[in-house]
Nanobody, 124 residues
Framework: QVQLVESGGGLVQAGGSLRLSCAAS????????KGWFRQAPGKERDFVAS????????AYADSAKGRFTISRDNTKNTVYLQMITLKPEDTAVYFC?????????????????WGQGTQVTVSS
């Protein structure tokens, strides 16, 4: 069973930066595709970014392109989301997800494992 624990969320001013981390435990972490999603109050959980098992291939939502960077360190069983130039509309709970498939994926249903989420609040 894979367990995911996010950290690094918090309150930041618009234009600021945060780096989210997702530590994983359980088998086969290094062979799994990973993703970040976010959910604002009253809204659906939306795709943010994904990375394949090797770290060589990534995918981003339009809202994240140019500002967010997903990466992973398989030696530490951790995936990261570096966020810069944050905007108030980035405020949400951010969730880490893992999938048994090795490649990137955009859809929520493609991911079998989810963390509990970490709150990111961007003030204007």
């Amino acid at each position: 069973q894979v367990q995911l624990v996010e950290s690094g969320g918090g309150l930041v001013q618009a234009g600021g930066s945060l780096r989210l981390s997702c530590a994983a435990s359980g088998p086969s972490f290094s062979s799994m595709g990973k993703g970040w999603f976010r959910q604002a109050p009253g809204k659906e959980r939306d795709f943010v970014a994904s990375i394949d098992w090797s770290g060589r291939h990534t995918a981003y939502a339009d809202s994240a392109k140019g500002r967010f960077t997903i990466s992973r360190d398989n030696t530490k069983n951790t995936v990261y989301l570096q966020m810069i130039t944050l905007k108030p509309e980035d405020t949400a709970v951010y969730f880490c997800a893992a999938r048994r498939g090795t490649n990137v994926a955009y859809a929520r249903h493609a991911y079998e494992y989810w963390g509990q989420g970490t709150q990111v609040t961007v003030s204007s």
